[in-house]
């Protein structure tokens, strides 16, 4: 959670209370006019109250699972952009690719193509966010939630996310 409140304000109620329903409306009219936050509105990113770290997290968490479900209806791979490669977009690419290979595991010249621009963007970091997101999506099909490997903060967040894609891939293939 952010720690640069107002004074004015102050530190938020316990949540569920009437206190915090009046805090939070307070908060999401300050943050909405005077800090510019789009996000004041948005509940997935708890209405502006998450840190930069926590936005990121759930950003990254998005992408996974919105790049997986294009990869997985035979979608178009989401690159290749000709300036910057994010982390975040790296991410999306290997979800693709994981949805890819849902949809179809032959190879073509798109998931060719895929598997060699990720090869050429890895970073230490990359590689941990791509591993978390291969094999959360793989332990999400076996549908019993596992320890991921690593407690790193990027890990755990894209971890889950996959987990959460394969789960429910899982789900939605059961007959009973």
């Not at 206190?19 to 509105?41: G, T």
């Not at 840190?51 to 997985?72: D, N, P, Q, Y």
């Not at 793989?138 to 991921?148: I, N, S, T």
């Not at 690593?150 to 789900?171: F, K, L, P, Q, R």
Request: hydrophobic share 40%.
């Amino acid at each position: 959670m952010r720690d640069d409140f107002p004074e004015w304000l102050g530190r938020p109620p316990r949540r569920g209370t009437e206190a915090w329903e009046v805090w939070l409306e307070k908060w999401r009219a300050y943050a909405r006019m005077e800090l510019k936050d789009a996000s004041a509105d948005d509940p997935e990113f708890d209405y502006g109250l998450l840190s930069t770290e926590e936005r990121w997290r759930v950003a990254l968490a998005g992408e996974i699972r919105k790049h997986f479900e294009i990869g997985r209806a035979g979608g178009r791979c989401p690159f290749l952009p000709l300036r910057g490669v994010s982390d975040l977009f790296h991410a999306s690419v290997v979800a693709w690719q994981v949805g890819r290979n849902v949809h179809s595991t032959e190879s073509d010249a798109r998931s060719e193509a895929a598997e060699a621009w990720v090869a050429k963007h890895q970073k230490p970091r990359r590689r941990e966010i791509a591993h978390a997101i291969r094999y959360g999506f793989l332990a999400g099909l076996g549908a019993d939630p596992a320890a991921p490997e690593s407690a790193a903060a990027d890990y755990v967040a894209a971890y889950e996310a996959a987990w959460y894609a394969g789960n429910t891939m899982a789900i939605e293939g059961d007959p009973r």
